[in-house]
């Protein structure tokens, strides 16, 4: 792999490609109220499954203190994820608390929609600057499919309403699965379009272990892309900085958007710029990883900012991951990775 350093970045430290840590996933909860099949499919996380105890979860002020040293090392991005992050009880807390430590970030939310309506406006006067929503389908019969519940995807949207209502900027995340959701791709085109909400498409991934992921079921994002442009054409749309996931593009003679993450068949590795916080405290260098490093115990043994610092050093300069570029060779050996629940999205 070729790393593409943003010379104009200065940073502490980098990694074994030259790539400098700018992005913070932050999860909050493993556990969530979906049962989405491409991340925590029902016939395998069914209702017994034992998520993480409380114990084992970062403590608000440990978080609130892990977010700082970060922020002191060149965070310029963090986002909240889960599992589902408003299942966090005080979640508003603590984005208060994030905000506080970190005024300068940008600070977003990943989540499933379903308390949004609810949470919006508080999330807001707390700090939050922006809102991704996951909806893979208007379609009732196949959101429940996909999501894993009973639910209608009316109320996602009534999430959506709430939050724009509330000054966010929202973005809507459609993971496409072919067989599965690809005949919605257009109806959620038009849908988001008429609305003025930006809309991400996502190829399926083979994050975790559970999601039976083939090539076969992937739908690349060229093919997305000239779906639509055939009904409602497109022109591309300059990256705004280093690391940016999603190739962007706008409907011809409008300012609303749609994006493509295209991490099987047009690798992003070489500008990824994210490291991975999970709710029991480990760090994760790749959504893809097999592992984390452990730093609760740092924090729970009375560790010096200057030790926590040492450790997120190390665990960065020797971060080599690119898994997205060798994906199919780890595929074939059924390569153990952690849960997209566990990690954060």
Same mark, same amino acid.
């Given at each position: 792999?070729?790393?593409?350093?943003?010379?104009?970045?200065?940073?502490?430290?980098?990694?074994?490609?030259?790539?400098?840590?700018?992005?913070?996933?932050?999860?909050?909860?493993?556990?969530?109220?979906?049962?989405?099949?491409?991340?925590?499919?029902?016939?395998?996380?069914?209702?017994?499954?034992?998520?993480?105890?409380?114990?084992?979860?970062?403590?608000?002020?440990?978080?609130?203190?892990?977010?700082?040293?970060?922020?002191?090392?060149?965070?310029?991005?963090?986002?909240?994820?889960?599992?589902?992050?408003?299942?966090?009880?005080?979640?508003?807390?603590?984005?208060?608390?994030?905000?506080?430590?970190?005024?300068?970030?940008?600070?977003?939310?990943?989540?499933?929609?379903?308390?949004?309506?609810?949470?919006?406006?508080?999330?807001?006067?707390?700090?939050?600057?922006?809102?991704?929503?996951?909806?893979?389908?208007?379609?009732?019969?196949?959101? $429940?499919?996909?999501?894993?519940?009973?639910?209608?995807?009316?109320?996602?949207?009534?999430?959506?309403?709430?939050?724009?209502?509330?000054?966010?900027?929202?973005?809507?995340?459609?993971?496409?699965?072919? *067989?599965?959701?690809?005949?919605?791709?257009?109806?959620?085109?038009?849908?988001?379009?008429?609305?003025?909400?930006?809309?991400?498409?996502?190829?399926?991934?083979?994050? *975790?272990?559970?999601?039976?992921?083939?090539?076969?079921?992937?739908?690349?994002?060229?093919?997305?892309?000239?779906?639509?442009?055939?009904?409602?054409?497109?022109?591309?749309?300059?990256?705004?900085?280093?690391?940016?996931?999603?190739? $962007?593009?706008?409907?011809?003679?409008?300012?609303?958007?749609? *994006?493509?993450?295209?991490?099987?068949?047009?690798?992003?590795?070489?500008?990824?710029?994210?490291? $991975?916080?999970?709710?029991?405290?480990?760090?994760?260098?790749?959504?893809?990883?097999?592992? *984390?490093?452990?730093?609760?115990?740092?924090?729970?043994?009375?560790?010096?900012?200057?030790?926590?610092?040492?450790?997120?050093?190390?665990?960065?300069?020797?971060?080599?991951?690119?898994?997205?570029?060798?994906?199919?060779?780890?595929?074939?050996?059924?390569?153990?990775?952690?849960?997209?629940?566990?990690?954060?999205?």
């Amino acid at each position: 792999m070729r790393g593409m350093p943003d010379p104009a970045l200065e940073v502490p430290f980098r990694d074994t490609f030259g790539r400098p840590m700018r992005d913070l996933r932050l999860s909050v909860t493993d556990r969530c109220n979906f049962r989405c099949v491409y991340c925590m499919p029902k016939e395998k996380f069914g209702p017994h499954f034992s998520f993480l105890p409380p114990a084992s979860l970062l403590t608000f002020d440990e978080i609130e203190r892990l977010v700082r040293i970060f922020v002191s090392l060149g965070i310029r991005k963090v986002r909240i994820t889960g599992g589902e992050p408003l299942l966090r009880p005080r979640i508003e807390e603590l984005v208060a608390r994030i905000r506080r430590v970190a005024p300068g970030v940008d600070l977003a939310m990943t989540t499933n929609g379903f308390l949004l309506a609810k949470k919006a406006r508080a999330l807001r006067e707390a700090g939050l600057d922006r809102v991704t929503v996951s909806l893979d389908s208007l379609n009732p019969q196949t959101f $429940r499919r996909l999501s894993g519940t009973n639910l209608l995807p009316e109320l996602i949207v009534r999430g959506i309403d709430a939050a724009r209502e509330a000054g966010f900027e929202v973005k809507v995340n459609m993971v496409v699965i072919r *067989g599965e959701n690809d005949a919605d791709i257009l109806p959620m085109a038009r849908f988001f379009r008429e609305k003025g909400v930006t809309l991400r498409f996502i190829e399926f991934m083979d994050v *975790g272990t559970a999601n039976d992921w083939n090539l076969e079921r992937v739908v690349p994002a060229r093919e997305i892309l000239e779906r639509i442009s055939r009904e409602m054409p497109l022109e591309p749309v300059h990256p705004e900085y280093f690391g940016e996931v999603a190739k $962007r593009y706008r409907y011809v003679g409008s300012d609303v958007e749609i *994006g493509f993450v295209t991490s099987v068949t047009q690798a992003f590795c070489s500008s990824c710029t994210r490291i $991975r916080l999970t709710a029991d405290g480990k760090l994760v260098t790749c959504l893809f990883a097999e592992t *984390g490093e452990d730093v609760r115990t740092l924090l729970r043994n009375g560790a010096s900012d200057e030790e926590i610092v040492a450790k997120i050093r190390e665990v960065w300069e020797r971060r080599a991951d690119h898994y997205s570029e060798i994906r199919l060779a780890n595929t074939k050996k059924n390569r153990t990775k952690v849960e997209m629940f566990y990690v954060g999205g």
